[in-house]
């Protein structure tokens, strides 16, 4: 991890007078990712920029790590989520691997979230209910953008989306039959809280047929 700026510097400091233990945390919930929930709401509240920013690793068609940032705009009691094109490279090495790895990073509250478990498609009610709530330009470029294909220029991506705004003259943006969205269903989850003298906190949960392993790291 970078070194403490300022700002985290004092995040830390209430952090520590408040003495946030991460295993109380653990205890009062019914499954880790309601922590996932918490901590983001109060990066919210924080008004940090994109709190759901979040690094998404895929394993490559050829074998190899492939990773990118994506927003997680789903987040349920035991399940988190994002939407994508479902020609794009991340949705192809999905279906041909559904296990990823997805990292969570609130520098400001020296708090991480690494999770680990296999992705499948999310349920099309939830999808189209987040489609419909996005900006209506938004989901014009959802129609205009053939994502991770080759691009000549930006002109060729410009003239695309004036061509899908004239498909949508009137009435409401539909939702493309490409586009979706993937749950993550969490089998080892790592929460890592930040503390004086680079003396972080680490658990880690691993899933079990009947609950979770719980395990301290060394920082």
């Not at 070194?3 to 233990?21: G, L, P, T, V, Y």
């Not at 520098?107 to 419909?132: K, L, T």
Request: include cysteine; glycine fraction near 4%; proline fraction near 5%.
């Amino acid at each position: 991890m970078t070194q403490h700026s300022e700002i985290s510097s004092s995040m830390i400091e209430r952090d520590d007078d408040k003495k946030i233990d991460l295993n109380s945390l653990i205890n009062d919930v019914k499954h880790p990712v309601e922590i996932v929930a918490k901590w983001l709401k109060e990066a919210k509240d924080l008004e940090l920029e994109k709190p759901e920013a979040m690094n998404l690793a895929t394993v490559g068609i050829d074998g190899k790590p492939r990773n990118r940032m994506v927003l997680m705009r789903h987040i349920t009691e035991t399940q988190i989520g994002f939407f994508t094109n479902l020609s794009s490279s991340k949705a192809k090495e999905i279906t041909n691997n559904p296990n990823v790895s997805a990292t969570l990073w609130w520098s400001e509250m020296e708090r991480q979230v690494r999770i680990e478990g296999p992705a499948q498609p999310m349920c099309q009610d939830v999808v189209e209910a987040y489609f419909n709530s996005r900006p209506r330009k938004s989901r014009i470029a959802a129609w205009a953008s053939k994502q991770s294909q080759p691009l000549s220029s930006m002109d060729a991506l410009n003239k695309r989306f004036q061509e899908a705004e004239m498909m949508f003259t009137e009435g409401d943006v539909t939702l493309p039959k490409f586009w979706g969205g993937y749950t993550i269903s969490v089998e080892r989850i790592e929460f890592w809280l930040g503390k004086p003298h680079r003396l972080h906190e680490r658990i880690v949960l691993t899933k079990e047929k009947d609950g979770w392993l719980r395990s301290r790291l060394f920082p």
